[in-house]
């Protein structure tokens, strides 16, 4: 079994390119399924679609959200076609399996106002760590990055002059985005402040933008803690996620197109930016009914 897990996960990794949390991603959901399959007598070339329905069936059980579920699908997906593609199986039990109806969610954003409460809290935040959490929380949102981009930032890929960062997305995919001059601000604040305090209270040199007290990087775990802290002095739910996508649904009621949001975001494929449209017409139907006298 691991040794079959193994295989899927270089072949991942060589042949497409993907992340590193991408490929931990893979594997956390492919080694519960190979473990649910051993306790079953099953190996990994011989299992039946009626092996998936169950898996499936007792992640249910578990309590296994639909987005969880579906991420778990898109795994086994994946590795069945490796099998077939490998000649280690001739049949493709997972080929025609469907994903839960989680693509018709709409991905949750929250009003401006919102977000300026979090950008402007300072409560229960230790002072010294301002600076770096302020540039990146406004990073952040300003730029639509994932928290897995926000954190593998280098010095290195922030060009102040020209208002721009290098963002290395999934697949390893380069992309440069626009960086506001509010942004930038803050970003020289922390550069000149608390990053120079970081590396002399730690290591000496690190290429990495964003760092903790130590002189090592911030991880992303550390950084949901952060905003948790700040949303909750702000009185307001959010996540690493949903300031990403606050960042599109407000991009597109701005005016922005949706190739140049597709470009920024890095989606690879135009349908994912698509649901932001989406958010932003739920978003206007809702004020439609709030506001007008005869809605």
Same mark, same amino acid.
């Given at each position: ?51 998936? +329905?169950?898996? !499936? ?11 969880? !579920? ?29 994903? /839960? ?11 401006? %106002? ?8 300072? %409560? ?25 981009? +926000? ?44 990053? %120079? ?6 290591? *000496? *040199? ?10 090592? /990087? ?19 739910? !959010? ?30 494929? !135009? ?25």
């Amino acid at each position: 079994m691991k040794a079959a897990l193994s295989d899927f996960l270089a072949y991942l990794a060589a042949e497409k390119g993907l992340s590193k949390n991408t490929l931990a991603s893979y594997g956390r959901d492919l080694a519960g399924f190979l473990g649910f399959l051993e306790e079953r007598k099953t190996g990994p070339a011989s299992f039946r679609k009626g092996h998936i +329905l169950d898996y !499936i069936d007792e992640l249910r059980q578990r309590g296994f959200s639909s987005a969880s !579920i579906a991420r778990n699908i898109s795994s086994i997906r994946g590795f069945s076609g490796y099998q077939v593609l490998s000649s280690l199986r001739d049949d493709d039990p997972a080929e025609n399996l469907e994903s /839960p109806k989680l693509w018709q969610r709409l991905p949750k954003a929250v009003p401006l %106002e919102e977000i300026k409460k979090v950008l402007g809290s300072r %409560e229960g935040v230790r002072a010294r760590f301002g600076q770096r959490d302020a540039a990146m929380i406004e990073l952040m949102y300003s730029s639509g990055l994932r928290v897995s981009e +926000l954190v593998g930032l280098k010095t290195a890929d922030l060009n102040p002059e020209a208002g721009f960062v290098r963002v290395t997305g999934k697949g390893s995919r380069e992309r440069v985005v626009p960086v506001s001059e509010r942004t930038i601000r803050k970003l020289k604040d922390y550069m000149s402040g608390r990053r %120079e305090a970081c590396l002399k209270g730690g290591e *000496r *040199r690190s290429d990495y933008l964003f760092l903790t007290a130590r002189g090592k /990087p911030m991880t992303r775990q550390r950084f949901w803690q952060t905003l948790r802290v700040y949303a909750r002095a702000a009185g307001v739910a !959010i996540s690493p996620h949903v300031l990403r996508h606050s960042f599109a649904t407000h991009m597109l009621e701005g005016g922005a197109d949706l190739r140049s949001l597709q470009k920024m975001l890095g989606h690879s494929d !135009i349908s994912t930016t698509q649901v932001y449209t989406k958010v932003s017409l739920e978003r206007a139907r809702k004020v439609y009914k709030e506001r007008h006298p005869r809605a």
